[in-house]
């Protein structure tokens, strides 16, 4: 017999899906018969989501000269060249002001002071005081 998920059980609260994304972490997923899912979906409350994995198996298996372009809002069509894959290969000529970024170890100090900036902003962000 085949598990019947509730309509509550299933979907993320519009409400909760904005602010915390891991909120719904125990979701169960289940496999359903095709009646038991309209069923459901008739239901006031119901929200479901579809995931295709076939989609998503031909475009990745797709050449990249035959990929859809990006959907990209009108109001950035003058930035269409960013979105290219030739031109985000590319790296930028250098320049006079071009420097050098030194990489060290951290020594104990620091390590414990980025792990203090750390725990500060994710209390800041499970207690919404950033998003």
Known sequence: MPKIL???TFAPSRSSASTSPNTHSNVDISLIKSDTFRQLIQQ???EA???DVSE????????TATKPEPE???KYGDFRDVFSKQEADKLPPHRPYDH???VYSL???EIEALHKIFRFVE???TTHLIA
């Open 6 to 8: 509730r309509p509550n």
């Open 44 to 46: 006031d409350e119901a």
């Open 49 to 51: 989501y579809k995931l």
């Open 56 to 63: 998503i198996a031909e475009l990745a298996s797709m050449d």
């Open 72 to 74: 990209i809002p009108v």
């Open 100 to 102: 050098a970024i030194l």
């Open 107 to 109: 020594s104990q100090t």
């Open 123 to 125: 209390n800041s962000y």
